[in-house]
């Protein structure tokens, strides 16, 4: 396997850009700013110029009707103004003023975060009157890949619309189903002794990454998101990276991880762990029964999710993925 230790600004930027965890479309939408400055030549951009390409990119963009947040029925601060824009309710002179004040006040502080990481290298400093762009961005954008970055940004976009688009046509379907478990489930427990009863089940090492875990910083997953199945049984439960677990949030995980907590709770039962009764009253007393049962909750959960909520996509497995692996390595150690 490819061993990378250090980052390259680029490596950092695809990070962000490709990794981060959006919860709408502005950290795109704040990079195509950053590249289209790059190619501009503007060093030292005001919120006003902020503003005016942010506004550009949003109001051609809104054209294709795609939602721009992770959100049932509400819409980002870009979205109203561009519709009110568009609806002639106000001027562009005033369109812009409202950009300035409302659309920066997280997305600029955050975009070198990672979750709670703060990345090494900065694209931009933050000042008064807005930011200056840095080397960094420069040397991201010098060998004339501007374009491809841009095609990539272009896809990431799409990429969030489409899955923001699915939780709206999704919502009843998924309510249902949430519902069925809600009837079945029970309040949060204390999933915290699970650290220990479980360590020694992966070697120290994440569930969905295969990187030694910090010791200190171990997270309790619910591998089928909690969301829906209201409950903490052990069966399915594993440990993961702080950052795994909140990139992978409330999506379900590919079929090689259930296949993989299927294996995990197979080697618990025969050796005779204490948590095997608990198994087993949960999945069925054959090995049969209990991998049917399994993979039966999964494909229940998956046919009202749809194959689009599978973290990453079907093939996603970080545990290949040797520069998902290096970026945890990198996280992790600091
Ligand atoms: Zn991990």
Redesign the pocket.
């Known amino acids: 396997m490819e061993e990378r230790q250090i980052f390259t600004d680029k490596d950092i930027w695809r990070v962000i850009t490709l990794y981060g965890l959006n919860t709408s479309t502005y950290k795109i939408a704040l990079a195509e700013t950053l590249n289209s400055l790059v190619r501009q030549g503007i060093t030292n951009a005001s919120y006003e110029i902020l503003a005016q390409e942010f506004f550009k990119l949003y109001n051609k963009r809104l054209d294709n009707g795609m939602p721009q947040l992770n959100h049932d029925t509400r819409y980002t601060k870009m979205e109203q103004i561009v519709t009110r824009f568009k609806g002639g309710a106000v001027d562009y002179d005033e369109a812009i003023a409202y950009v300035k004040n409302n659309a920066f006040d997280n997305v600029i502080p955050r975009f070198h975060n990672l979750n709670q990481f703060d990345l090494p290298q900065k694209f931009y400093e933050i000042t008064k009157g807005g930011i200056v762009l840095t080397d960094s961005v420069f040397n991201v954008f010098n060998d004339n890949e501007s374009e491809a970055l841009h095609n990539e940004l272009e896809a990431r976009w799409s990429l969030l619309e489409s899955a923001f688009a699915m939780k709206r046509e999704n919502a009843k379907l998924i309510n249902d189903i949430k519902r069925f478990y809600l009837v079945r489930g029970y309040e949060r427990t204390d999933i915290t002794y699970m650290r220990d009863m479980l360590n020694g089940y992966q070697e120290g ?7 030694m ?1 910090d010791q200190n910083h171990i997270h309790v997953d619910h591998v089928i998101p909690r969301t829906v199945l209201n409950h903490d049984e052990p069966w399915n439960l594993a440990l ?2 702080e ?3 909140e990139h992978k949030n409330d999506a379900l995980p590919s079929r090689y991880y259930v296949q993989k907590l299927v294996d995990r709770n197979e080697r618990l039962i025969s050796s005779n762990h204490p948590l095997s009764k608990k198994i087993i009253e949960a999945l069925g007393i054959t090995p049969l029964k209990r991998k049917t049962e399994t993979f039966r909750i999964y494909d229940e959960i998956l046919a009202a999710f749809g194959a689009k909520n599978i973290w990453g996509g079907e093939n996603f497995k ?1 545990e290949n993925d040797p520069f998902y ?1 290096s970026m ?1 390595r990198y996280i ?1 150690k600091r």
């Open positions: 090492r994440c569930f969905y990454c295969g990187e875990l993961a990276h950052y795994c677990n970080p692996r945890i992790v």
